[in-house]
């Protein structure tokens, strides 16, 4: 798939989390307009999937975690654009009944999630286990595990930090959406994550960064950490986005991390965010 | 039923017998352990099936996570450590991923309880069936001895979904049939009777055979059902007890809040009230000690269990 292409899928992805979030008055609309170019170009261009035949096992293709699940309006929107799950049904985001619960689930049964993801700092671990099973399996796909900055606070994102480069996991491909924002402020300001790099590495990690809101550079770097998995390994990539990313009024604050905007807002928002793919 | 004295065996080591056959038979069943395969008795199960088996580190957080993650492909994950790390510590992983995610992991938990003696409060979790008990598609078995202990742990790995398996640290009497069927859910009934039912779990099961014979000195026919699947409790074998007994002991090595006594209490209460009276810890952690003197000590054993009968058959009259 072309630059454009992806890009244009990116914008509607971000005209689709708008539209969710107002829809419900409720959601994070922040990190997941940050973290859309990562996703889309995984899910669109680099991972080796087969959305029409969902399969919870994962056997035989590649599989994303969300471990910062409360950016759900952004994985939801890409599993539909993908096909995992009809387009319409975003318009069911947060409402009684829904599969596409406010965080993610397999509760309910929506095609492409594997396992819930809201309380933070689980999706590492069930990352490396997953990937651990492919190696069990002979199975050569990759795993790809998306974390928010701010959750690297949590302990066990350490624990597995330091098993995955322990035990070789080298199927593993852990990317932290690295915007410097939580919801109480900036994370220098709530509790400084140091240098994230030095610290990954020191624990064994082949560490890559990339520009998160370069679609270019993002699918750059995807291949490039493909070509360098099996041999010994986890790989973390820190994609440095911009929260809010493609809205003005909503980037470079956190407030917007989980807020929803209101009628005018939203609508200003829109205009921003060309639709390419048509509205749900 | 045969009460017999087979051997002195503790139940941690079915579990780790449980583990290798289970492992024997197929061969997606995997093992995680944080540090402690030794007292958890996986050590058989790592030595064949070295692939099979995470050594994990001091990370049971991480643990937990990993298994739910290996068992989405379709492997059956086991994981190790004490009761105390194994349910409280890493309470919100389970929740999330294990419970609510439906994922068929199975945590195996030994030195549960004040039997694991003396190291002291904070190792003897009292709190545990109460904590899984609570979550929903979360099942909870805690076996009375070696022999079922293992061919719970063979039942555990056939059944597909989140298992809380409780066991111990002592050696303790094993007298249940060596290959005995495990049915989960199903009570087991160890001794028919007509004037009280004794529920019974874990080390409290035998502690309450030992009762039987006294109790039938002092002229009262007791009825013992070894409750060793607490969820989903096998409501129909309860009901069917009581409304002959219409008087009820319950009998656990855990807190009175969370534990056997409170789901036979909810079930009665619903359906069947009548007098009960609970052997269990009544809102207090454990100490350094002994297991028989801290069995002694928080009032779990064999006369307190005839004292408790004493009691309810005195109220029912």
Redesign the interface.
Known sequence: MTINELERIASQVRRDIIRMVHGCQSGHPGGSLGATDIVTALYFDQMQIDPAHFRMDGNGEDMFFLSNGHISPMFYSILARRGYFPVKELATFRRLGTRLQGHPTTAEGLPGVRIASGSLGQGLSVAVGAAQAKKLNGDQHIVYVLMGDGEQEEGQIWEAAMYAPAKGVDNLIAIIDYNKKQIDGPTDDVLSLGDLRAKYEAFGWYVLEVSGNDMHALVNILKLAHENTHQGRPQLILAHTEMGMGVDFMMGTHKWHGTAPNDEQAANALSQLEETLGDY | MDFTIQNQKDTRSGFGEGLLEAGRRNPKV?AFCADLTGSLKMGDFAKEFP??F?Q??I?E???????????????V?FTGTFAAFATGRVY??I???VA????NVKIAASHAGVTLGEDGATHQILEDIGLMKMLPNMTVIVPCDFNQTKNATIAVAEYDGPVYLRFGRPKVPNFTQVDEKFIIGKAQMLQEGTDVTIFACGHLVWKAVQALPILKEMGINAELINIHTIKPLDVEAVLKSVGKTRCVVTAEEHQRNGGLGDSIAQVLALNMPCPMEMVAVNDVFGQSGTPDELLKAYHLDTPDIVEAVKKVVARKQ
Do not use: C, E, I
């Not at chain 2, 957080?61 to 492997?75: D, T």
């Open positions: 995997v692939s099979r995470f994990t580190g990370a957080a991480n643990m937990v996570n990993m298994a739910a993650g290996m068992a989405l492909s379709g492997f994950p919100d992983q929740r999330q991923s609510y995610s439906n994922k």
